[in-house]
């Protein structure tokens, strides 16, 4: 009993794969064109989300916080901070003077009490000092 279920079971296998093989085929000559173009699409759709994801701009990181205890201990007034930050841009003292709105000689004296302050010696050993003690961004 057993081994005529198991033929019968075999048989209706063989018999609904055939039906889903010829299924398959009836579509394939029907729809070729269709199924074709569905899946080009598929991988076009594919390849402009992965170009999308890698293209697009990761968002920003955490947010700056600047180092007051830093500030406080070094001693910089807040228009010293100000200038750091300008001097952090590249822009000149004629520059810096004009963005403040005061003389290129007040600029050069702010400067020389950040380089006093900070222990350096030219713009460049500021702004990185600075942005190591996390006081520019």
């Keep these: 009993?057993?081994?005529?279920?198991?033929?019968?079971?075999?048989?209706l296998a063989l018999a609904a794969g055939a039906l889903d093989w010829l299924e398959y085929r009836y579509a394939v000559h029907a729809f070729s064109t269709e199924i074709y173009i569905g899946l080009i699409a598929a991988g076009f759709t594919t390849l402009g989300i992965w170009a999308g994801r890698r293209l697009t701009p990761r968002p920003a990181g955490p947010v700056f916080e600047r180092n007051h205890a830093a500030i406080r201990s070094l001693g910089l007034t807040g228009r010293e901070c100000e200038i750091l930050e300008l001097l952090a841009s590249g822009q000149s003292n004629k520059e810096l003077a004009r963005a403040l709105g005061i003389s290129p000689?007040?600029?050069?004296?702010?400067?020389?009490r950040v380089y006093e302050k900070l222990t350096v010696q030219k713009r460049i050993q500021a702004v990185e000092k600075a942005r190591w003690l996390a006081l520019i961004p």
């Excluded at 009993?1 to 048989?11: C, E, G």
């Design 105 to 112: 000689n007040t600029v050069k004296t702010h400067v020389a």
């Design 1 to 11: 009993m057993a081994r005529l279920i198991i033929l019968y079971a075999v048989a």
